[in-house]
């Protein structure tokens, strides 16, 4: 994937509920429908804050500008459409200056939300407002005749609908994202509303402090009053935003307890909302718009070449996924990179290790398990300890011969001799192979395989000659070193004492090729916890070298998976190959399913299926604790398929869908639906759940965290659980057990949805 490939012809449009953008979307259906000289950029969509006033339209850097572009207000971004886009400039640009000056005119009267002036405008009208085409000045009044329900204008609407279908287009798209605001958020909405108008508090600052209160007896939403910061008692502003709050079809309920106001929301319009959302937006449920216009570069995964894929690559490889999904989630564009190791001296060890151990059938049969014995074997004949790091090979200084003939072996790679980067490149490509086939079973796939071996030295030069010309890079030990101990960073050692460029300057030389080439919005290295300071020393260099991005750099770190013998090792042979553990959970979850006959025969493909539940019961048990700890591999927690697993979850979701087999309930017109029926309090635990999962998807975008996915599907995987026991559908009236197919279905949608953005593929029968 390169730079022309990534999604970069699109334009992002934020607007507000209070400020509907049908005038921007009309004017870019009619820039797309018409333009012929150049393809029209897409336009995103997506809701801004409910508080929100205005609209703003996000250029990315390469259309119309070298730079990115940030546009606020309904004027502005019509206008930018009208010039930006030819063969609309009718709209704007191409009027005389007369014309010019009525379109402002017009415009400026929406703008000032004078409803009276504009009524008088269009009472009746069947014309162009301005000159005898269509101009800005027509979109922006039916925008607000629209928006503003004017029935002084609905003769003009018609008439302008019926002359440009577009129109009618671009309303249904403004309305549907309307449709798709959280329903919890219109409760939080209407509260921050009144709030910031009763006490005079910033509306950000309010929605930021309204929580669940600790007694559920109390209200389904509290607000702290002294974390609001308004001067005053905090228990006597508390009384007054219960006295001035108005009660609505949100509200029902308001109490002050002290410094808390606790709210009561309207649940039957929870209900009401919630479902047909969910029935409604399917797949897309929970997703926001927060992400537009920006990028994200994830750097994860990255194995070492012609070594095993093993346990200890689990962690960066899921949870690199789940990060890279969750940020899809959120609006974000993502660059996933595999930034595999290969390259360094290494190889020439492997190289002279598959000369004196290699067989070419045990390599044509499985390459990536031979590589890995040659790999330890070689080791074992220079009397390499165990628990030695990579890096220390490469660095240390060694008489051995067999170090020696390593060393002038990546020396005829580094000067580009044939046959030994021939052997590298197919110790390469067949490693990149086998790990694809792996990466497939754990659905994961990456925009872009890269390596160390795509940074050359003269690049790495680069870097150097840059950090010395800063005045950075200083004379220690005969090493070169940038000083970072006045930011408590030690010393970081770029060039060795006999000459060679460490990792630190490769590194350096990816960011700033990765920043050039994608001009990311942030740069995130899923690495273990051990490498901490390693990015903490490359993103305060980078810093240093005037790289404003520098801020934007994330190093995601998480906690080793351990051996009961401690820390899992690939040099002494004793690793636990990630293949291995896949299968040896595909056929224990395969023994599991077989003990029920009558529903094994159900199953198409029941290899297939064991292997997913098998997965799952991997990946949960990974994501489960906070990302930052270590954990024990233990077979025995692995092959168990009781209690908070993986393979709970996939039965919760197999289970929904053969009760909407057996049931066989056409729900497909919600309007006929009839959910006052669903009044049972496992019903109205399951619907706050489902309330709530688009909170979740916001939560972990900003933690990274996805245990707090896990938590939130294991949870209503309990809710749903707790239903089966009294909300039947089977042998109940038609209006009951239509309802409650809706509110399961719902549920299957929501937990399917979680279970893909965890990297998990939801099964339908188990």
Known sequence: ???????????????????????????????????????????????????????????????????????????????????????????????????????????????????????????????????????????????????????????????????????????????????????????????????????????ASILARLEVPRDSKNGDIALPVPRLGVIGNPIEIAKTITEKFVLNKYITKVSPAGPFVNFTINRNLLRDTVIPQILTLKSKYGCNSTGFGKRAVLDFSSPNIAKPFHAGHLRSTIIGNFITNILKANGWRTVSINYLGDWGKQYGLLAIGYEKYGNDKELEKDPIRHLFEVYVKINKDIGRKAETEVEEIETEESGNSVDDLARAYFKRMEDGDSQALQTWQKFRDLSIVKYKEIYKRVNVDFDIYSGESQYSASQMEDVVKELSDLGLLVEHNNARIVDLKEHKLGVAVIVRSDGAMLYLSRDIAAAIERQRTFKSDSLIYIVGNAQDHHFRQLFKILDLMGRPWARNCVHVGFGMIKSKDGEMSTRKGKVIFLEQILNDTRDAMHDVMKENENKYKQIQDPIGVADIVGISSIMVQDMSARRGKDYEFDWNRMLTFEGDTGPYLQYAHARLCSMERTANLDISDISTLDFSVLVEPSANDLLEKLSLYPDVLLESAQSYEPCTLVNYVLTLSHCISAAWENLWVVNQPEHIARARMALYRAARITLGNALSLLGLKPVERM
């Open 1 to 203: 994937m390169s730079l022309k490939d990534s999604p970069t012809n699109e334009l992002y449009l934020h607007f507000s509920p209070s400020n509907l953008a049908y005038s921007e979307v009309a004017a870019h259906l009619l820039a797309a429908s018409t333009l012929v000289s150049a393809p029209a950029a897409d336009l995103r969509l997506g809701i801004t804050s409910l508080l929100a006033s205005t609209n703003t339209l996000t250029i990315p850097a390469g259309i119309h500008n070298a730079t990115k572009t940030v546009l606020t207000s309904k004027p502005a971004i019509l206008r930018y459409f009208a010039r930006a886009f030819p063969d609309i400039n009718h709209l704007y640009a191409a009027l005389s200056p007369a014309n010019l000056a009525l379109v402002d005119e017009i415009i400026e009267l929406c703008e000032n939300d004078n409803v009276g002036s504009v009524s008088k405008s269009v009472a009746g009208k069947k014309a162009f407002l301005v000159g005898e085409a269509l101009s800005l000045a027509d979109l922006v009044v039916w925008d607000f005749v629209v928006a503003k329900k004017v029935k002084a204008g609905d003769v003009f609407v018609d008439w302008l609908e019926a002359k440009f279908e577009v129109l009618k287009k671009a309303k249904a798209l403004v309305d549907a994202e309307v449709a798709a605001i959280p329903a919890i958020c219109l409760f939080r909405n209407e509260i921050v509303r009144q709030v910031a108008t009763a006490v005079k508090a910033e509306p």
